[in-house]
């Protein structure tokens, strides 16, 4: 599997976790604002069940940011990890 498209899905679980109550259950508009650290460990290859994990670090309502970090797994062991900042942008 292509690195950009694991970095992809790992801000799309991000996404989806600042909308679970627990987390802060955001209803207001997120985007994707960047990526840094991202390392692959070892290839993807067809047949492979990928594994997301995305934690939130930091979340900075006052500024509109939140810090995660997440890490892609295949049989338990890590093959691609980075830290992922999400913007809480306003309905309007």
């Known amino acids: ?10 801000a799309q ?3 989806l976790m600042m909308l679970q109550p627990e987390v802060g259950g955001s ?3 997120f985007f994707f604002a960047g990526v840094d650290k991202v390392r692959f460990r070892k ?3 067809a047949g492979d069940t990928l594994v997301m994990r995305m ?3 930091k979340l900075q309502r006052r500024f509109g940011i939140a810090r ?3 890490k892609a797994y295949v049989g338990g ?3 691609c990890e980075g830290e992922f ?3 809480i942008g306003s309905n309007e």
């Open 1 to 10: 599997m292509p690195g950009v498209l694991m970095v992809e899905a790992m």
């Open 13 to 15: 679980v991000g996404g």
């Open 27 to 29: 209803r207001e508009n």
């Open 43 to 45: 290839p993807v290859v």
């Open 55 to 57: 934690n939130l670090v």
């Open 68 to 70: 995660m970090e997440g």
């Open 77 to 79: 062991e890590v093959v």
């Open 85 to 87: 900042m999400m913007a």
